[in-house]
């Protein structure tokens, strides 16, 4: 029972690339979700999924693009990365709304 | 959308002492308060949880009180170690209710130094 993965664990972007962020949970967890951690910022949503097949946009979204693409992976994609997305991305899962909320290792993405 | 504040920034304590962490939140659906803690380089983990029927809660050397009419809760930690210096974050969820579907709203964290 892995929990949470992502991968990369690091990754170096030149401004205008773009990558994919993947996200997969061995829990059988209906809702997943994408954060970024920046110093003194916490960890802000930018997008979340309630279930397979439904996306919805978080407080930061602007950038971004997710996928559901089945109950285990939700991916997260960057068009054109700019410096200010520059964090650590966090993505978590979670069974129950009033249970635990597990988060993967974090992605390291820094964008020149 | 919900807003959730914390205080203080940083926290500097000597070992044995205890340590308090505060946070207020804004919507009063909010009805799940979790607390994380997050060791550096390290993922965010749960230390403790309260459920807005509950005002306090505890497990050994951490315990978390709520105030539902005031909007705050706070986590205590007592007989502080080393080992408790991390970020502590708070966070505040209206549960499925609406369309919020357990949405996390986190605060900014509290760095928590113990000093042996």
């Known amino acids: 029972n892995a929990g949470v993965t992502q991968t990369p664990k690091f990754q170096v972007l030149k401004t205008g690339q773009s990558m994919t962020l993947q996200c997969a949970q061995d829990?059988?967890?209906?809702?997943m979700y994408w954060y970024r951690q920046d110093p003194g910022m916490g960890l802000r949503l930018i997008y979340y999924?309630?279930?397979?097949?439904?996306?919805d946009k978080g407080e930061v979204p602007n950038g971004y693009n997710v996928s559901r693409l089945n109950k285990r992976e939700f991916s997260l994609r960057l068009e054109s990365a700019a410096p200010s997305q520059t964090s650590v991305y966090f993505c978590?899962?979670?069974?129950?709304?009033?249970?635990?909320?597990?988060f993967g290792p974090g992605t390291r993405l820094t964008v020149l | 959308g919900e807003n959730v504040e914390q205080h203080p920034s940083t926290l500097s304590v000597q070992e044995g002492d205890s340590a308090v962490i505060k946070c207020t939140y804004s919507?009063?659906?909010?009805?799940?308060f979790p607390w994380y803690k997050q060791e550096l380089g390290k993922r965010p983990q749960l230390i403790i949880d309260?459920?807005?029927?509950?005002g306090e809660k505890k497990d050994q050397r951490i315990a978390v009180t709520l105030n539902k009419t005031a909007k705050h809760f706070s986590l205590h930690i007592t007989e502080t170690q080393p080992e408790d210096s991390a970020v502590y974050f708070c966070?505040?969820?209206?549960?499925?209710?609406?369309?919020?579907?357990?949405?996390?709203?986190f605060g900014q964290g509290t760095i928590l130094t113990v000093h042996p």
């Open positions: 309260i459920r807005s029927n509950v």
């Open positions: 919507d009063s659906a909010s009805n799940y």
């Open positions: 978590a899962s979670r069974g129950d709304p009033y249970n635990e909320q597990f």
């Open positions: 999924s309630a279930s397979e097949g439904t996306t």
């Open positions: 829990m059988n967890h209906n809702s």
């Open positions: 966070a505040a969820s209206s549960g499925a209710g609406g369309t919020s579907y357990g949405k996390l709203t």
